[in-house]
């Protein structure tokens, strides 16, 4: 048991593994897995590469999924649904003003939009008329 935690303490503090073969006449040879710096290096190289083919493959699938939507027509479905959900959406709004002005008279549609963080493009609010364009 002692020599097995005087040779484990040889070994860490070489900094890494060593593996030593029978077939070699004795040689040791320094771990791949966990020697130094430049393997350190490599791994990290390594994780930035994968993290980066993830991406990729994740705008591949989007590019693909919007070509299969184009060829299928669904993009004309698509943005009648948009233009259906802007409608609701504002219609949502103005309800939302009508109640927000019985307790602050002076509230404005933009003040209202501003202050839920709505981007004025996603819902059609035009900020120099000062009120919704067709939905």
């Known amino acids: 048991k002692q020599w097995y935690q005087r040779r484990v303490r040889a070994l860490r503090s070489r900094g890494g593994r060593t593996f030593q ?14 020697g130094g710096a430049s393997n350190s ?18 705008l591949l699938r989007k590019f693909r999924h919007l070509a299969r939507s184009r060829e299928s027509g669904e993009e004309g ?33 933009e003040q209202l939009i501003d202050k839920l963080g709505v981007s004025d493009r996603l819902i059609g609010f035009d900020r120099e008329d000062g009120w ?3 939905p």
């Open 21 to 34: 073969s029978p077939l070699t006449g004795g040689r040791t040879f320094q771990s791949p897995l966990n």
């Open 41 to 58: 290096r490599s791994f990290v190289k390594l994780e930035q590469l994968k993290k980066r083919v993830a991406e990729k493959r994740s």
């Open 77 to 109: 479905r698509m943005k009648e649904e948009v233009k259906k959900w802007r409608g609701v959406s504002q219609e949502v709004l103005e309800r939302l003003l009508v109640r927000f002005r019985a307790q602050e008279p002076s509230t404005s549609m």
């Open 132 to 134: 919704f364009k067709d």
